[in-house]
Every structure is written in C-alpha cells, then in structure tokens.
C-alpha cells in the first residue's frame, strides 16, 4: 500500500513561485481569486483531474511550485476557455494554465510518456520545420513516441479517413521556410537576451 | 465584398469538406476569397503550451502579410486559427513587452504588423456583412423538416465575443433558420468537444464528443452542424470508437457551409457529404404541390 501525506507543509513550497507566475502577462489577476470554485465547476475536465482549477489557483499564489508543475491538470485544460469566461475576478485562467504547461516543459516535469506534452512538442517541431501541420504525420510521431501499440487500434480510424478522401500522407509545407525560421530565432535571442 | 483568406492546416487535410463547401456558398454570395500569401500555422492550441513568444510571432507572421496584401480583413473559418489570430491581435495591443518581441523579430526579415485586420468568422462576415436576407434569396432548396443541432464549440465565442453571446450564441441558429432547417433546443452548443483529448487521453475526450452526440439524438436532431474542423472530426470520425466504448449514436455531423450549400442547390461535389462518415440522409424530394407553387 502506497501511503502518501495529504496535506501540504510551509516547506514544500518554492518561495516566489507565485509572484513569478502572476507577474506573467495575462497572468496577473490570480492575485484576485476568490476560491469560489466556479472554475471548476465549469470545467468539463475537472472530474478528471488530480488538483481542480481552484486548487491549482491556489497552489500557484501559494508558491507550491512542483505541485502544479507536476500535476496532470495543467495537461487536461483542453482551451475551452469556459472558466475564464465564467471568472467572477477576471482571471484568465486558461492562460494560467498554458503558462504552468511552458514551464513544465521547459523544466521537463511532465511523464515521459504522457501524450498531451508530446503531441504539444511535436506540433511545434513540425510548425518549425515546415510552416503546417499535417495531421497524419504529427498523430504518427506522437504515437511512437509514447505507445507504439496503441497506434495500432487507429488503423480502422485510418481507414475509414481513407474511405471518404480524408487521409493524406503529404508533408505539407511553406515556401519561405527560411523566413520563418529567423522569425523564430529572433524570439528566441531576445528571450535569451531577457534572461541574461 | 473581398477578405483575406486563412484557410490553416485543417482546412488543407481531414476538414478539407469544410474549404471544399465555403468557397463555392461565398462565390455564390458575390464574396471574394483571395487566399493569403503563403500562410504558415497558427498553432492552435498546442504552440501555446510550448512558447507564448514563438507562438505570437508566427500567428503575427500572418497578420504582417494580409497587411502587407492591403486587405482589411482575414476571413479564418476553422475555430483555432480564429482564436488565436484574434489572441494574437489581442497580445500585441495589451502587452507592450509582446508588441516589441514580435514587431523585432518580424523586422529581421521586413515583416510589420500593426495589429490593424480584422480577424473575422464567416458566420460574422454571413450575418453582418451579408445579411440573412442576401442568404434567404439564394435558397432553391429549403432544408424543410430538417431538424439541425447547431454545435457552436468553445473557440469562436469564447474567451473573445466579438460576433456573437458567449453562453447562448445564436448566429447560427439564424442562419439555419433562413435556410428553412429547424432549429433545435441543445443547451449543449458551446461545450466542449474535448479537443485533441480525444485522440491523447481517449477516456475523458471521447466521452465529451459522446454526451455531445447522445444529447443531440435525445433532442431529435437529424444532424449537428458545426463550424469547426477538430468538432467535426471528433463526432464524425471517432463515432466508431465511441460506439465500442459505449453505445452506438449514429447522428452526422457537417459543416454549416455543407447545409448552406444543399439549401443553394449547389452541385454535390460542392456540398461534399461523402467526406462524413456518418452519412447524412437525402433531403425529402419537395412535394409536387409545393415545387409547382414554386
């Protein structure tokens, strides 16, 4: 039996954390919140996650930093957008979780094998490589990268795509690859350049 | 009448139906589509999670060329890539530190964005710009007794409301209306579809396309539109996994451009309901009477 301590202690947190997080652009409304839980009765994942909306609010202003990080809810948000209109205190909290899901890639907190990240990383990669996404391949490279076996059981799925037209093997592609490159290379000086 | 516009990945691949019918009922509006001038993705919702920075610059990338092609407005029909161009917009003009990120890095290689198009949804451009009424003089053939589910989704309407209400939309019930299909009450139009969770994490993202599906046969609906390519897919492609899981609920989903066209009496290869896999039931042929009164 796996027994685990449920309750937080002071040391367990990351001290500045939160300031960091609401300091963010967008982000800087959590300061406000509530704790009314309409955000996670809105939510239409929440049923599925280890810390609800609320509970990840809090965690984050409170400093506990590895808790969110390493949560599953941050991967569950899927952009519904429901809970920040919903906010009584104007907190947009899908932003939130889009900047706690950069920060747990950045510091690699997330399951290795935990498809949400992986499919995040590899739409990224491909945009880089090639201006667009094209479906098959991405769903392709996040499958063998986290179950290979699984993959298997979107064959019907593949089918049938095939079946009415859907189902294209073409890496589509921009022509000035180049130019968005540098764009991108830019940004990535100037965030270097920030952090210095 | 001419717009900008952003067709994104989807609309290129599995939610080509959706390209394939909108251009045809825009043409057939008097409505000018000059495609943007090699348009990169918009990054959906997953570029975000990954670099805030990046994900701007290369959404602004596009607003730069349709600046640059001196069209006003962007016409972006599939709901990702209407948010997060419309985030976008959003971000330059509220955060000064983000205005100068990208304005830099489109600079490097003579790109400039004001921040000054329109992003712009076709039901928007359809009943604003159009009019119901331009639309009602082009139907030959009312979707009489059709009873549609109008699914709305989460991008469109939320977090920005530019067109529309944000919990209980109703441009498209409008619209399906002057195309003479019947409305149905689905207090479901704005939830989610579950995005890529269907395809990531099957247990939680199929099980919302399921309610949304269930509840759409529960209310007597014949078939859902949608205006979204990921929406589509999930209630159209996954039905059969949905079915394994649960049960059968066999309802066709199309894009609302699919219906507009059926009701313009637009040729088949126009209105494309052989790309659902669910297919949708041939219209009633009208009655004698009624296309002689005609």
Not at chain 2, 240 to 255: C, D, L
């Amino acid at each position: 039996m796996d027994i685990k301590r449920t309750i937080k202690y002071e040391a367990d947190r990351v001290s500045g954390f939160g300031r960091e997080v609401m300091a963010v652009p967008g982000c800087e409304a959590l300061e406000h919140c509530i704790q009314c839980g309409t955000c996670s009765g809105v939510c239409p994942l929440s049923i599925y996650m280890d810390y609800t909306p609320r509970q990840v609010m809090e965690l984050v202003r409170s400093d506990f930093k590895n808790e969110v990080l390493q949560s599953h809810t941050i991967w569950l948000c899927a952009s519904c957008y429901a809970c920040t209109t919903e906010c009584p205190r104007q907190i947009r909290i899908t932003d939130i979780m889009y900047e706690l899901k950069q920060r747990a890639i950045k510091e690699k907190v997330y399951p290795k094998r935990f498809p949400i990240p992986v499919l995040a990383e590899e739409f990224t990669k491909m945009v880089h490589d090639y201006g667009r996404i094209s479906e098959t391949w991405l769903v392709s490279k996040m499958y063998l990268r986290t179950n290979p076996v699984a993959a298997l059981g979107m064959a019907g799925l593949g089918m049938n795509l095939m079946k009415t037209g859907r189902f294209s093997l073409k890496q589509d592609k921009i022509e000035r690859r180049s130019e968005l490159a540098r764009i991108m290379e830019s940004v990535d000086q100037q965030n270097q350049k920030a952090q210095a | 009448m001419k717009y900008a516009y952003f067709p994104g990945c989807s609309l290129k691949g599995t939610g080509k139906a959706y390209e394939e019918s909108l251009l045809p009922v825009m043409k057939h509006l008097g409505v000018e589509m000059q495609e943007l001038d090699d348009w990169n993705c918009c990054g959906a919702t997953a570029y975000m999670a990954v670099d805030e920075g990046k994900a701007c610059a290369a959404a602004a990338r596009n607003l730069a060329i349709a600046e640059k092609s001196g069209l006003q407005q962007v016409l972006a029909p599939c709901s990702a890539c209407y948010l997060v161009l419309n985030k976008t917009q959003h971000y330059l003009h509220e955060y000064p530190g983000m205005r100068q990120t990208v304005a830099r890095a489109l600079e490097t290689v003579g790109l400039r964005c004001e921040g000054t198009s329109a992003v712009r949804h076709p039901l928007d451009i359809l009943l604003n710009d159009i009019g119901l009424e331009a639309v009602k003089q082009k139907v030959t053939r009312p979707l009489k007794g059709l009873k549609v589910a109008p699914y709305y989704g989460c991008q469109i309407v939320r977090p920005y409301a530019t067109f529309d209400d944000q919990t209980n939309p109703t441009t498209m019930d409008r619209l399906l209306e002057a195309l003479g299909a019947t409305v149905v009450k689905w207090p479901l139009k704005t939830k989610c579809c579950g995005g890529s969770l269907t395809g990531t994490l099957p247990e939680a993202g199929l099980r919302l396309s399921y309610i949304l599906l269930k509840e759409a046969i529960k209310r007597g609906a014949d078939v859902i539109a949608t205006v979204c390519p990921l929406c589509q897919f999930n209630l159209d492609a996954y039905h059969p996994k949905i079915s394994a899981r649960w049960e059968p609920v066999p309802i066709p989903t199309v894009y609302f451009s699919q219906l507009m066209g059926l009701a313009f009496g637009l040729p088949d290869n126009q209105v494309v309901l052989h790309r659902g896999m669910i297919p949708m039931k041939p219209l009633a042929a009208p009655a004698p009477a009624a296309a002689a009164a005609r």
